[in-house]
């Protein structure tokens, strides 16, 4: 039986994290402040603009510059979305594997769509079956709704899909969709939670691990 594998976008498909990162630290230079390495800011990225203003600037939700900073940095990151983001090293070969074995594959990720759509077009990727976008549904992870949604497009039960994601949203929303998850180690994977801790049904250390706990699973169910 075929099977459809979902992945989250920033920190598991591709590696968004420098064009991200040089749009927080243009927050920072714009403000007289030094840049930040980009392995300092790294782990931020899955919080999307909210976590990149309190990673670089240090302000939090309610800090009354806020909504200024992330406004900006939104605005920076759109017309530099795509300079030096990368999929992941092992991701082109994995996406061969499921298309030798008549498998399909999307992406279901927090980042809204006027973000998403440009990059993953830039990244050349016609056979993404499905993209769903934080701004799809009126829920986003960790709520199940968008993995349920992105099976029901490409017609597939949830539990005949696989989700690889590197944040605990991620593996929440997984099990609550009743879909078999995987845990991108290589990821950004917060500062809050070990990966170890997510409940993951596996945990991989490279994108080339992937296919091993897929092709495990189905052997098993």
């Given at each position: 039986?075929?099977?459809?594998?979902?992945?989250?976008?920033?920190?598991t498909f591709?590696?968004?994290?420098?064009?991200?990162?040089?749009?927080?630290?243009?927050?920072?230079?714009?403000?007289?402040?030094?840049?930040?390495?980009?392995?300092?800011?790294?782990?931020?990225?899955?919080?999307?603009?909210?976590?990149?203003?309190?990673?670089?600037?240090?302000?939090?939700?309610?800090?009354?510059?806020?909504?200024?900073?992330?406004?900006?940095?939104?605005?920076?990151?759109?017309?530099?979305?795509?300079?030096?983001?990368?999929?992941?090293?092992?991701?082109?070969?994995?996406?061969?594997?499921?298309?030798a074995a008549?498998?399909?594959?999307?992406?279901?990720?927090?980042?809204h769509t006027?973000?998403?759509?440009?990059?993953?077009?830039?990244?050349?990727?016609?056979?993404?079956?499905?993209?769903?976008?934080?701004?799809?549904?009126?829920?986003?992870?960790?709520?199940?709704?968008?993995?349920?949604?992105?099976?029901?497009?490409?017609?597939?039960?949830?539990?005949?899909?696989?989700?690889?994601?590197?944040?605990?949203?991620?593996?929440?929303?997984?099990?609550?969709?009743?879909?078999?998850?995987?845990?991108?180690?290589?990821?950004?994977?917060?500062?809050?939670?070990?990966?170890?801790?997510?409940?993951?049904?596996?945990?991989?250390?490279?994108?080339?691990?992937?296919?091993?706990?897929?092709?495990?699973?189905?052997?098993?169910?």
């Amino acid at each position: 039986m075929t099977r459809l594998v979902l992945f989250d976008f920033d920190g598991t498909f591709a590696d968004t994290a420098p064009d991200m990162a040089a749009a927080a630290n243009r927050l920072r230079i714009e403000r007289g402040m030094p840049a930040l390495p980009v392995d300092q800011l790294r782990p931020f990225v899955s919080m999307g603009a909210r976590g990149m203003v309190k990673a670089s600037l240090g302000f939090d939700v309610d800090h009354p510059e806020f909504e200024a900073a992330r406004a900006a940095f939104l605005a920076d990151y759109e017309q530099n979305s795509t300079t030096d983001t990368v999929i992941f090293d092992g991701i082109g070969e994995l996406l061969d594997n499921i298309r030798a074995a008549n498998m399909r594959w999307g992406i279901v990720t927090n980042k809204h769509t006027r973000y998403a759509e440009p990059i993953v077009a830039w990244l050349n990727l016609p056979d993404c079956a499905t993209l769903v976008c934080g701004d799809t549904l009126e829920v986003a992870k960790p709520h199940p709704l968008p993995l349920q949604h992105a099976a029901k497009q490409v017609g597939f039960e949830s539990h005949h899909c696989f989700y690889v994601g590197d944040d605990l949203r991620d593996i929440q929303a997984a099990k609550a969709a009743n879909m078999p998850s995987i845990a991108a180690a290589y990821g950004y994977c917060g500062t809050e939670h070990p990966v170890h801790s997510w409940g993951a049904d596996a945990i991989v250390e490279h994108p080339l691990h992937i296919w091993g706990v897929i092709q495990d699973h189905i052997r098993q169910n």
